[in-house]
């Protein structure tokens, strides 16, 4: 899910943008921890990507593919007279 904040004062900003860098977190990371923690509910799993990163193949894969494209790219000097 997806929220906006609007008109949040320059300071509380600032103050979230350093913490998070301190934290070494994406500051969407640090402010999700920090609403959590305001209303007393422990992070649940999180929300399922929705992205292609499912259709992305394996490095072994692309390796076994690369190897079976090789036999096409073979030139038959006989085809080609």
Do not use: Y
């Not at 422990?42 to 593919?65: I, M, T």
């Amino acid at each position: 899910m997806q929220l906006t904040i609007r008109n949040v004062p320059v300071g509380v900003k600032k103050r979230i943008h350093a913490e998070a860098k301190a934290k070494c977190k994406s500051l969407n990371q640090h402010v999700v921890d920090l609403l959590s923690q305001a209303v007393g509910v422990k992070p649940g799993p999180k929300q399922p990507k929705r992205d292609l990163s499912f259709l992305r193949s394996s490095n072994a894969e692309a390796k076994a593919v690369e190897s079976a494209k090789k036999e096409f790219d073979a030139i038959d000097p006989e085809t080609w007279r």
